[in-house]
């Protein structure tokens, strides 16, 4: 990944995402006798980070058509960014989430739109124990 490609994501995904405030922390800067600078990353819609590289990914792929729609394996705020980001765009989501994730978890991913399901999880297991090892998250 080269410094183009980051500009290039950031152009990509810009009009959709909050552009966050950077500031110093005085609590964190007492604490650890430094500077430090906290991104407001839970100002996002989705509270998280995590749906910048959701939404590059779906854009990405938008030009390859999305057939019957796009998969994801998260238990979390990936999960969460996929489901938001593809009902914005008109792509329906399935979301693969392991057996005990917790349920605010999968409650906020479905209020994002995604279906989430935990029976796919044998097809990726199947893919990882087979031998395809990380290969396998990405079918």
């Given amino acids: 990944m080269t410094l183009d490609d980051v500009r290039a994501a950031a152009a990509a995904v810009g009009p959709a995402i909050l552009r966050t405030p950077f500031l110093a922390s005085r609590v964190l800067s007492d604490i650890t006798g430094a500077k430090v600078f906290v991104k407001f990353e839970n100002l996002q819609y989705t509270a998280s980070f995590k ?3 959701a939404l590059n990914k779906l854009l990405a792929l938008q030009h390859s058509g999305f057939g019957r729609g796009v ?5 979390g705020n ?10 914005r765009l008109g792509i329906p989501a399935t979301i693969v989430m392991p ?12 209020a994002f739109g995604a279906c989430p399901s935990s029976d796919h999880l044998r097809l990726i297991e199947g893919f990882i124990n087979g031998g395809f090892g990380p290969s396998g998250l990405s079918v």
Avoid: F, N, W
């Fill in 99 to 110: 057996r005990g994730t917790p349920m605010v978890k999968v409650r906020h991913t479905r």
């Fill in 78 to 87: 990936h999960a969460q960014g996929v489901a938001y980001h593809a009902r």
């Fill in 51 to 53: 749906e910048r590289g």
């Fill in 71 to 75: 998969i994801a394996l998260s238990a």
